[in-house]
């Protein structure tokens, strides 16, 4: 039996040895424990008189594991190393490395370890949120991430084990990624963290009522260019910017004068009073018989919206088919505008 002066002594001469395996901060016990695990397996080998001796067991340790992601809890990166006592030290800087390879938008750290059992990553699509959670078995974990998540839109997207009593000295494996579900639910998920603003533009034809609007984008220059380029394609006179904003709702009337279109818009949080404040604009200068409305349109993530995709503008064959579309609906538009009462 050691006496706790000769053990420690055992822990100060091992620190060197230990530390080269990158395991500086191992714990006072882990450190003893890898000493006497090495000190057995030398003194078996004294006893065959051959340092090169094959043992007849090989000492059993657990896996260990480590969950990394971005600070907006989407990019991740996992790393489960086997062996050594000091591995469990390894696998944190390369779960790191492993959710930086994904390329986030945030820094990485880790979020979840794991030892001798299983963990599981949850991910709610609809709602843009991650969860995880560990257990003994997977079953667990996998019950635990999924109740922690919350939702019935969460599914287990990503699971780490890590058993007890490996018998193997591997170096580890890893991965990394975002976690799945459409762009739109992964850029809301950023964006409610960020609390970005989500433009929208609304654009109309000089002689007569025909507007186009955007998508809904982080930039109101490219909602703007989104709703002249839709205009445009009519090729039925020139285009102008009737109105842009930004997380709230707005309104386009419109009245027939002198053979061209005079427009009034309003924006306001509730659609109907977007559309009041509108029409009144237009009923103050030309009678409310004279207004004609399009219906409201929001953007925000207050309004359940998610940005639109990156414009990418479209091939000669979409090009046709849109032009071919608003020409028909254009018609229909003029008939309507020809029929309106013009006022002198």
């Not at 794991?114 to 974990?141: K, P, Q, Y």
């Not at 998508?215 to 039925?236: F, H, N």
């Not at 349109?297 to 503008?313: D, H, I, M, N, R």
Request: glycine share 8%.
């Amino acid at each position: 039996m050691r006496n706790p002066l000769h053990l420690l002594l055992l822990l100060l001469s091992t620190t060197l040895t230990v530390s080269t395996l990158g395991a500086n901060s191992l714990s006072q016990g882990d450190r003893i424990n890898l000493y006497l695990e090495q000190e057995r397996l030398n003194e078996w080998k004294a006893q065959q008189g051959s340092a090169n001796a094959i043992p007849p067991y090989q000492p059993t340790y657990n896996y260990y594991g480590a969950l990394a992601m971005d600070e907006y809890g989407m990019a991740y990166g996992a790393w489960v190393a086997t062996g050594a006592i000091a591995h469990q030290f390894s696998t944190k800087p390369k779960a790191i490395a492993e959710c930086e390879a994904a390329k986030p938008f945030g820094k990485c750290s880790i979020v979840a370890t794991v030892s001798g059992g299983a963990l599981a990553l949850a991910w709610d699509a609809r709602n843009g949120r991650s969860a995880w959670a560990t257990a003994e078995t997977m079953e667990d974990a996998e019950q635990n991430a999924l109740r922690t998540c919350g939702s019935s839109s969460c599914s287990i997207v990503y699971w780490i084990t890590a058993p007890r009593g490996s018998v193997t000295r591997g170096a580890g494996t890893g991965g990394h990624g975002w976690l799945p579900g459409n762009d739109e639910a992964l850029i809301t998920a950023m964006l409610q963290r960020q609390q970005v603003k989500l433009y929208r533009a609304q654009a109309g034809l000089e002689k007569f009522s025909f507007t186009s609007r955007s998508g809904i984008y982080t930039s109101p220059k490219e909602a703007e260019r989104v709703a002249m380029d839709a205009c445009r394609t009519v090729q039925q006179g020139s285009c102008r910017i009737l109105q842009t904003f930004a997380d709230t709702c707005g309104v386009v009337t419109y009245a027939k004068v002198k053979g061209k279109v005079q427009y009034f818009v309003a924006t306001d949080a509730d659609a109907k009073q977007a559309k009041n404040k509108a029409m009144q604009q237009c009923a103050d200068k030309w009678g409310i018989n004279s207004c004609y409305f399009y219906p409201a349109v929001c953007t925000g993530l207050a309004y359940g919206y998610s940005p639109s995709l990156p414009y990418e503008g479209l091939t000669e064959n979409e090009k046709a088919q849109a032009f071919e579309s608003a020409s028909k609906g254009l018609k229909e538009w003029q008939k309507t505008i020809e029929a309106m009462p013009t006022k002198p």
